[in-house]
């Protein structure tokens, strides 16, 4: 575990490096913006991610039985990342009626039966981690 956590650090740094690195020498980035665009990430992962977050822990952890919480949890985590990554695309900030080329999908649509495929997924590891406990002997 040690050399993967040292690999993933190092990937990790190097990545970042090379933003920095990019983000310095570029002439066409405005160095304000970015830091103005940064600043209003982590004060919206702090003020709004997190909270969300650790309320839906709380609901889950008083809720929802113990062996099928893995499957919900993920499935919340990830319909929350697709949803945050999907919300600019979903409202069409860009999309000018000159040019169909730009943003020329329905993605509300696609945001919906992504999600659908994602509960799905994670109803189906549920029903079956339920299944599993069901068969084993009571202890």
């Known amino acids: 575990m040690r050399w993967t956590r040292r690999l993933l650090v190092g990937a990790g740094v190097g990545v970042l490096a090379y933003a920095v690195f990019g983000l310095l020498t570029d002439p066409d980035t405005a160095l304000g913006g970015q830091v103005v665009f940064l600043a209003a990430v982590v004060v919206a992962h702090d003020a709004v991610f997190m ?4 309320a839906a822990g709380f609901v889950v952890g008083r ?8 499957a919900l949890v993920g499935a919340a985590i990830v319909s ?3 949803t945050l990554t999907a919300i600019p695309f979903v409202l069409g900030r860009g999309r000018r009626p000159d040019d169909p080329s730009a943003l020329p999908l329905n993605y509300g649509r696609g945001l919906l039966i992504t999600l ?3 509960w799905a997924v994670a109803a189906v ?4 981690s339920w299944r599993r406990a069901a068969r084993r002997p009571a202890a």
């Open 51 to 54: 909270p969300l977050m650790i």
């Open 63 to 70: 809720f929802v039985p113990v062996r099928v919480r893995p």
């Open 80 to 82: 929350l990342a697709l």
């Open 116 to 118: 659908a495929f994602v």
């Open 125 to 128: 590891v549920a029903w079956r």
